[in-house]
Each structure stands twice: as C-alpha cells, then as structure tokens.
C-alpha cells in the first residue's frame, strides 16, 4: 500500500512556542489530506481537511487560526500549532487520499506533541 | 425486535477464543465502513472494509459485518492471538474520498 510519513515521531516544546508537523505521501500524489488529534484514551477527532493549492476546511470548535494548515504540493501538508499551550498536548495523525472515487486513506505514523 | 451488540469500552479474552467487537456509526448515508487496529503510540493499521452494498465480508481470521438498519458494524476476529491486543476502531466515510469519521474504540486483551 501506499506510504504516509510523518515528522517528527514527537516533540516537546515550552508553553507559547510554535510547532510544524509534516506530513507527506511518500509514493503518491494525495489531493487531499486529513487531520486528526487524539487524547489519551479517546478516538480520533477530525480537525480539519487539507486541499492542494486551497484553504483547508477546519471541522467545528478548531481555530483556524491557532492550527495553521498548509498543504503546498501534493505530497506534503504541514499542521503548525502555534502558541502551545498544555492542553494541546495530545497525538496528532495525518491521512492522505488518492483523492477521487478512490475511498482508501493511508496513515501516518502519528506525532505525539507534549507541551511543557 | 433484533438485539444489537453494545459497543464495549475493554474486551478481554482467552488466545485461541473467536473476538467480536462492535460499534454504532452515525451517519445512515455513509457509504464505506472500515475497520482499523491501533498499537499504543502509533497510527491506525488497515483491517477489513466492506461497502454499503455488502452484509458481510472475509478477510484472513477477520470478518466484518455491516446492519445498516440499525446502523451496527461487527468486527469478528478467530482464534485471538496475543498479537491481536490493539484498540479497535470503526470508521465511516460518506462520499468518496471524505474524510473518515472514527467511532469509539474498543481496547482488546488477549491473555494466553
């Protein structure tokens, strides 16, 4: 299947400092690609849907503003978290899509943000 | 009437023992129906999916099976093996190429 990378794997970072995660389809072009935050114990929760070459659709009670998406080519989008605060510590996933009839979405790794 | 499996938070079981993990899904259009495995600390792994126009599908040791008049997914996995200790999630998706909205998780505990 196809591969979705991505980085990093984790970061920590102070209370007020900004944070990119990147996410990239390795061996395909993804039109679009997917955002999602999990808590501890909980499930995956979209935030916001990532178009090439447009502005992302951001899911109801995320601030577009504090998750900037970017999603430049067609392999990589990138999710900056600015400001950190405590309570955006959580595990972040990305997921592209051949885009299309086709239904199928490929996951990344997860990046696991811990803000201090 | 028909009973519906409840979803359950935590599920454990013996090795060797069939597992079926349930999950309500919301959206009576949806169209595509997925089923994914999650290790602590990593993204979801791809199970089985199945259709709207499909009750049931096989996979190796997995099956899935989909009431959409009730809105149920099942998930039925033989002869547990340790290995399959995960959280399992359902995933729905309306139209092609949407993004996919996760369900509740079910944690699966495999003693041997």
């Known amino acids: 299947g196809a591969v979705v990378s991505q980085h990093p794997s984790w970061v920590i970072c102070k209370s007020g400092t900004s944070v990119k995660i990147e996410c990239r389809s390795l061996?395909?072009?993804?039109?679009?690609m997917f955002w999602y935050r999990q808590f501890p114990k909980q499930s995956l929760m979209l935030m916001a849907t990532?178009?090439?070459?447009?502005?992302?659709?951001?899911e109801q009670g995320v601030e577009k503003d504090k998750f900037l998406i970017n999603h430049a080519s067609l392999t990589l989008s990138t999710l900056t978290v600015t400001s950190a605060h405590p309570e955006d510590s959580s595990f972040y996933i990305c997921?592209?899509?051949?885009?299309?009839?086709?239904?199928?979405?490929?996951f990344g790794q997860g990046t696991r943000l811990t803000v201090v | 009437g028909e009973s519906v499996g409840l979803h359950l938070p935590t599920l454990s079981v013996q090795e060797g023992d069939n597992s079926i993990i349930n999950c309500a899904y919301s959206?009576?259009?949806?169209?595509?129906f997925i089923w994914y495995k999650q290790e602590s600390g990593k993204g979801p792994q791809f199970i089985i999916d199945?259709?709207?126009?499909?009750d049931k599908r096989q996979g190796q040791r997995v099956t899935v099976l989909l009431n959409k008049t009730v809105k149920h997914l099942s998930l039925q996995i033989a002869a547990t093996q340790p290995g399959d200790s995960a959280v399992y999630f359902c995933?729905?998706?309306?139209?092609?190429?949407?993004?996919?909205?996760f369900g509740k998780g079910t944690t699966l505990s495999v003693s041997s």
């Open positions: 997921s592209a899509s051949l885009g299309g009839w086709n239904t199928e979405a490929f």
């Open positions: 061996d395909f072009q993804a039109t679009t």
């Open positions: 990532s178009n090439e070459g447009s502005k992302a659709t951001y």
């Open positions: 959206n009576s259009a949806s169209d595509y």
């Open positions: 199945i259709r709207s126009n499909m």
């Open positions: 995933a729905e998706m309306g139209q092609a190429g949407t993004a996919l909205i």
